[in-house]
């Protein structure tokens, strides 16, 4: 019986983390150039739909978005990030989308 248990208990047994699933969710939503950015450097770049301006995301909770010029050089710093304590693949998403 304990045998049993044990395995009808790995069924339902979380296999990811919070953050884990955060992290992979994240990128099943970044295209391959922003997937390979953010893996090597940390960060990844978005361009606004409706403003055209190229935004820089880095890997970190707060003050983590920059405006970035043609030649990559930060224009300004901007922090905004989703209400509540979320996984930082779920707050990075947010800024994404925004």
């Known amino acids: 019986m304990n045998g049993l248990l044990r395995t009808l208990w790995a ?23 922003q997937r390979r950015q953010f893996d090597e450097h940390g960060w990844f770049d978005v361009v606004g739909g409706q403003s055209g301006r190229r935004y820089r995301v880095y890997r970190a909770y707060v003050t983590n978005v920059q405006e970035v010029g043609i030649d990559g050089a930060c ?24």
């Open 11 to 33: 069924a339902f047994e979380p296999r990811e983390t919070a953050e884990q699933r955060s992290m992979r969710l994240l990128k099943a939503h970044l295209n391959p150039l």
């Open 75 to 98: 224009v300004q710093v901007l922090c905004f990030s989703p209400c509540g304590h979320l996984p930082l693949g779920d707050v990075l998403l947010a800024q994404k989308v925004a």
